[in-house]
């Protein structure tokens, strides 16, 4: 990404772990900050693929947003 940042995590799932559901209050308070500092310039993704937790994180335009 052109003056942007991406951001993958991958963590593998222990059995017993894996919930139905994605996020707790950590991935809701991260969205908040997210919608906080970034707005509408950032785009996150969670998924769960075999056993394995991967959050793609990328935040577009850091310049305009530094320049703000």
């Not at 593998?12 to 994605?22: L, P, T």
């Not at 950032?42 to 703000?68: C, G, H, M, P």
Request: hydrophobic share 35%.
């Amino acid at each position: 990404i052109n003056n942007g940042l991406e951001f993958t995590v991958r963590n593998s799932v222990v059995d017993g772990e894996q919930n139905n559901e994605k996020g707790g209050i950590g991935l809701a308070n991260i969205k908040k900050r997210l919608d906080l500092n970034y707005q509408n310039n950032y785009k996150l993704t969670i998924d769960l693929e075999d056993n394995w937790y991967i959050v793609n994180l990328s935040i577009f335009n850091l310049r305009a947003i530094q320049n703000a």
